[in-house]
């Protein structure tokens, strides 16, 4: 979905921390300092949720906290906007399915 | 949107609330022609601020008839849960599950129980089952149930429903039988006349042999014109409601039900505050706490909506339904459970309305009540 | 500057809370803490700057030339007030304002940092939560691979990412080219530009014309407008749009007249302008009025952009869209007149001192208008034609639903919309669907939107849990009020 800008030493690794986390359990990395959203994003998430209403597919949309379409699960908590949210080393990062399940860990 | 001069309708009623909606529904069912008067978007409308109960257990202490009325009610529920799906194509998500009343101390329990014994005295036992648990045997009914939870009472005979579906399925039902809605109408002025009435709005009056107030708090106005009373004051109430979450909780709590599309509504509170309607955080919290106290798995939920309410509450907490002597064809409906009530409205009353009395079971609900002297 | 990252390190009170980061609340924040106000500012994101200048203290973009000049001048705003003796809470949501019972003419405010809420009081509030973009409902909006122009440019300034296929960009407004040239210079594949400014627009806005040849909107925005269609594939007059592709984007249908064409692509950019953030004004109380230039709801402010609600000011877009050099100008304003309030200024000095900035941002606002009417979307873009265009995302109901409650159920506002449909009931509370169900109540009415009126807002306007309002305080009445 979303690529580093070109000719961007930052982004190529130069001085930014890369981080380790993983996506419904695949392993990713991104970079320190880059929400969990633009970080899903960066490695080609399509689809961070599916609707309670209608279990249809969703992406971020504003990222800028007002729409709440880049609700994920993260480290066991749903509905977490994952614009707003940086990303963390070792964060495992899932697929809103739908509501809220209670086999999530409690905020 | 409507013709300036409007032909004479049987019924006027005023207020297109839970209860003006479920009487006009009935009286269009019983083939008189209706017109609704309604005010415009903001306005205090306690029906969308409901919490959306078909509530028995703690019944009519007080008033025996109440608690009978409101059986009554219930049973019927499923009648009317059954026309608005075929009349109105909508699914009101009603439910007869049997209801808990939570609490989380034994002063508290102790209290609900006495309360329920002098209730129990009162109005036929056969009628009103109903259990006392402790915290295991609620436990069980209830898995999650927080370990605070001293105990409660539980009653077969509650229920639940979607208020808001219940609200549009009878907006939906009247329009499909050709009733008259006609909201931003506040009525003015309503002036017996030649053995009817004048009703004033806004936009010029609306003659009809028979109106019915169902008009909430501004009964209190509308009334006196017709040689009614509703001495009615608002009582505030705030509600919570979660995010949806995936179904756990199929029973209503008296202050805590998870609704059909899945979020946790979370009351209730009463406060003698006038008109106000401000949400506050302080009652938020202190629901909040018992909520989570009630179910600890809540504790993780986001709180996606809040509102208050204001109940329309008379003197005694009960219904006052009446026909005026002076001005016969004047009818008045007020409660604080129009949802609960809903199928008395529309099946019962209304039917009762147009025929020009009212039936025996609601004798006691005449506003005369509040001249009497009170006694225990 | 003193930042705080533990919500319990925030004093009870402050003189002056400041909600948000952008242009406004940094400026205001500055100027309070310089008048000697206690000051807090808490904002949602985890640096300074806003949406305008996001990211501008961390962005990995070095090259100074992808973003533009103007980007860059939120660095010296966020530098200053970095200079400042206030105390800044990032990662901070503010979910509620009320007014204190305990102490009237100040407030309560209930904060959220890290999974733990709290309330602190405050004398005085400048609400400054900026703008959002115009909700944009076309058919298909919703799929994965629609995004709005903003987020693009978020996912760039503070991520140094761009869309990775053929990216499309449509609506209208200075944006969209600022946006284009960005993207452009960062190496995305920009396959179209579409334009929908109506071409009666142009005509509309000749009026204001001599304003904006005066501002200094005229010469950055030509500039960027010429550079931008000597690029790209440009297409003006668009008059419809929709995004297909089943389970995420792959194409664009596009209708300029009775002409259409279908436009492959991965990734599809929708902006057609910018409204004030309303929530939190709304839920505390403020009156807001539909003003018909910006066509869309603005909180009621005076000239010291005090709010209806007294102890209450609204500074920067989040008054009325200004753009950000005026956000910063109203953020100082609005800071003079609470300094004023709480007795650090007399009325004369707050005069005295405010005046240059006054008269700064009179000149800054010249030309607006200009681009308030010319910009002004179509009505088909505010109230989609086809009825199976979702207008509230969340719980995904749909424009024909609207339409048909509006006429046969006469349902005449959006509240009473909200309790019949769930418009507005999902957890973004309305931010995008609550324009557009103003603008279908309206149409099929017959009426205007300052008729129809918009949703009645109440706290938390950002997600608490139920725990954390739990472990807030309560007072005697409550619990009165609920154990009984």
């Not at chain 1, 994003?41 to 209403?53: D, F, K, S």
Request: hydrophobic share 45%; net charge neutral; aromatic share 6%.
């Amino acid at each position: 979905m979303f690529r580093p800008m070109h000719n961007d030493p930052v982004r190529e690794g130069a001085t930014s921390a890369t981080l380790n986390f993983t996506f419904d359990g695949r392993p990713m990395t991104g970079r320190a300092g880059d929400t969990v959203a633009a970080s899903l994003l960066a490695n080609g998430v399509v689809a961070c949720r599916e609707t309670p209403v209608s279990d249809t597919p969703r992406a971020p949309y504003c990222l800028m906290g007002v729409c709440f379409d880049c609700l994920v699960v993260i480290d066991g908590v749903g509905n977490r906007q994952g614009c707003l949210v940086p990303l963390a080393e070792g964060m495992a990062i899932e697929t809103q399915h739908g509501r809220r399940h209670f086999a999530e860990a409690r905020a | 949107m409507h013709s300036a001069i409007p032909s004479e309708p049987d019924a006027v009623v005023v207020g297109g609330g839970v209860v003006g909606g479920a009487i006009a529904l009935g009286l269009a069912r019983s083939g008189a022609r209706v017109a609704v008067l309604d005010e415009g978007d903001v306005a205090f409308r306690a029906s969308r601020g409901n919490f959306a109960l078909v509530w028995v257990q703690s019944k009519g202490l007080g008033m025996p008839d109440y608690a009978l009325w409101s059986r009554r009610s219930a049973d019927d529920w499923h009648q009317l849960a059954a026309i608005l799906a075929e009349e109105a194509d909508i699914d009101v998500a009603y439910s007869q599950p049997g209801g808990f009343m939570l609490c989380l101390s034994q002063d508290e329990l102790d209290q609900r129980v006495d309360a329920m014994r002098r209730l129990h005295n009162s109005r036929a036992p056969t009628n009103f089952p109903y259990e006392v648990l402790d915290h295991d045997e609620a436990a069980r009914r209830l898995p999650g149930l927080g370990k605070d939870v001293v105990g409660g009472l539980y009653s077969p005979l509650d229920g639940h429903a979607n208020s808001l579906k219940l609200f549009r399925a009878l907006r939906e039902a009247a329009a499909r039988r050709g009733v008259d809605y006609r909201p931003n109408s506040p009525v003015e002025r309503i002036v017996p006349h030649d053995g009817g009435f004048a009703v004033a709005a806004p936009w010029g009056e609306i003659r009809t042999a028979r109106v019915v107030l169902c008009a909430g708090l501004d009964n209190a106005r509308l009334a006196p014109m017709v040689g009614l009373e509703a001495p009615v004051k608002p009582s505030k109430g705030q509600v919570i409601v979660t995010e949806k979450t995936e179904p756990f909780l199929h029973n209503p709590m008296a202050t805590l039900r998870q609704t059909d599309e899945g979020g946790v509504m979370i009351g209730d509170s009463q406060e003698d505050l006038g008109f106000d309607t401000v949400v506050r955080q302080p009652v938020l919290s202190v629901m909040a706490e018992r909520a989570v106290r009630m179910f600890p798995r809540l504790g993780g939920l986001n709180v996606v909506r809040t509102w208050s309410a204001l109940r329309v509450m008379s003197p005694d907490g009960f219904p006052i339904y009446d026909q005026s002597q002076t001005s016969p064809g004047a009818f008045i409906v007020t409660c604080h459970s129009g949802v609960t009530l809903a199928a008395n409205h529309a099946l019962t009353l209304a039917p009762a309305i147009l025929s020009g009395t009212l039936p025996e079971a609601v004798a006691s609900f005449s506003a005369r009540r509040f001249h009497v002297p009170a006694h225990a | 500057m003193t930042p705080v990252s533990d919500i319990a390190a925030l004093a009870e009170r402050y003189d002056l809370v400041v909600v948000g980061a952008g242009p406004a609340g940094l400026s205001a924040a500055a100027r309070a803490a310089d008048l000697g106000l206690s000051v807090l500012l808490a904002d949602e994101n985890p640096a300074p700057g806003g949406q305008i200048y996001r990211a501008v203290t961390t962005t990995p973009v070095t090259e100074r030339a992808v973003l533009g000049d103007d980007y860059w001048r939120g660095a010296d705003i966020v530098a200053r007030f970095e200079r400042a003796a206030a105390t800044y809470a990032p990662r901070c949501t503010v979910w509620s304002l009320t007014d204190d019972p305990a102490a009237p003419g100040t407030f309560e405010i209930g904060l959220s940092l890290d999974g733990k809420a709290r309330i602190i009081g405050a004398a005085q509030v400048i609400l400054a939560t900026g703008a959002q973009e115009r909700p944009f409902p076309v058919p298909g909006w919703t799929l994965p691979g629609v995004m709005t122009a903003g987020a693009a440019q978020i996912a760039l300034k503070s991520a140094g990412i761009v869309p990775s296929g053929r990216t499309v960009i449509a609506g209208c407004g200075p944006l969209l080219y600022l946006l284009a040239s960005q993207l452009a210079a960062a190496g995305t594949e920009i396959v179209a530009v579409l334009d929908t400014t109506p071409r009666a627009n142009w005509l509309k806005a000749a009026a204001a014309l001599p304003d904006f040849l005066r501002s200094p909107y005229l010469a950055k925005g030509m500039k960027l407008m010429v550079a931008t269609r000597a690029k790209l594939r440009f297409v003006s007059g668009v008059t419809g749009l929709a995004a297909a592709g089943k389970d995420r984007l792959t194409e664009v249908e596009v209708a300029r007249g009775g002409r259409t064409e279908t436009i492959a692509c991965d990734t599809l950019l929708l902006h057609q302008g910018v409204i004030p953030s309303v929530n939190l004004s709304n839920a505390a109380g403020c009156a807001h009025d539909f003003d018909e230039a910006q066509h869309c709801f603005v909180p009621r402010v005076d000239s010291w952009f005090a709010s209806s609600v007294e102890g209450i000011a609204i500074a920067g877009d989040g008054a009325g869209i200004g753009g950000a050099e005026s956000a910063a100008l109203r953020g100082e304003i609005a800071a003079f007149d609470a300094a004023r309030r709480l007795g650090r200024l007399t009325p004369e000095e707050r005069d005295r001192q405010a005046a240059p900035i006054s008269a700064e941002l009179e000149r800054c606002l010249r030309g607006r208008r200009f681009l308030d009417l010319l910009y002004r979307p179509a009505p088909q873009f505010l109230s989609p034609p086809r009825d199976d265009t979702i207008i509230c995302r969340c719980e995904e109901v749909t424009a024909g639903q609207v339409r048909d409650a509006a006429k046969r159920l006469g349902v005449v506002g959006p509240n009473q919309m909200k309790a019949f449909l769930r418009c507005g009931m999902g957890p973004c509370q309305g931010r995008l669907c609550g324009p557009t169900v103003v603008e279908l109540i309206a149409e099929t009415r017959g009426t205007t939107p300052a008729e129809v009126g918009y949703y009645r807002l109440r706290p938390p306007v950002k997600p608490v849990t139920l725990a954390e309002l739990a472990a807030l305080p309560a007072t005697e009445g409550a619990v009165k009020a609920v154990v009984r």
